[in-house]
């Protein structure tokens, strides 16, 4: 079974930054993408950016220009640097892992952005 985890959640000031890791419990060879999402109670889980193996990368409109993702392809890692952060970027942001067409999610970590 594939485990997703994500870490480097927290509370952080409007404009401050944060940066989340999220590791898998399988080989790079067998994963097509990592991606980050995020979901604020009540509301649907929303797309934030993803990473494709060739480091290709995708943002939704709402985060271009503040956050960045990257991959350690080799670690199966993959971070979301968050800078300039917002209010309205308080959620619990979740980490999914593709590997041969099939979705994997881990549990996720909180980011408040509260002053």
């Known amino acids: 079974q594939v485990q997703v985890v994500e870490s480097g959640g927290g509370l952080v000031q409007p404009g401050g930054s944060l940066r989340l890791s999220c590791v898998a419990s399988?080989?790079?060879?067998?994963?097509?993408?990592m991606a980050w999402y995020r979901q604020v109670p009540g509301n649907q889980r929303e797309f934030v950016a993803s990473?494709?193996?060739?480091?290709?990368?995708n943002y939704a409109d709402s985060v271009k220009g503040r956050f960045t993702i990257s991959r350690h392809v080799t670690r199966n890692t993959a971070y979301l640097q968050m800078n300039s952060l917002k209010p309205e970027d308080t959620a619990v942001y979740y980490c999914?892992?593709?590997?041969?067409?099939?979705?994997?999610w881990g549990k996720g970590t909180l980011v408040t952005v509260s002053s």
């Open positions: 399988i080989s790079y060879l067998d994963t097509d993408a």
């Open positions: 990473i494709t193996e060739e480091r290709n990368a």
């Open positions: 999914k892992v593709v590997s041969y067409g099939m979705d994997h």
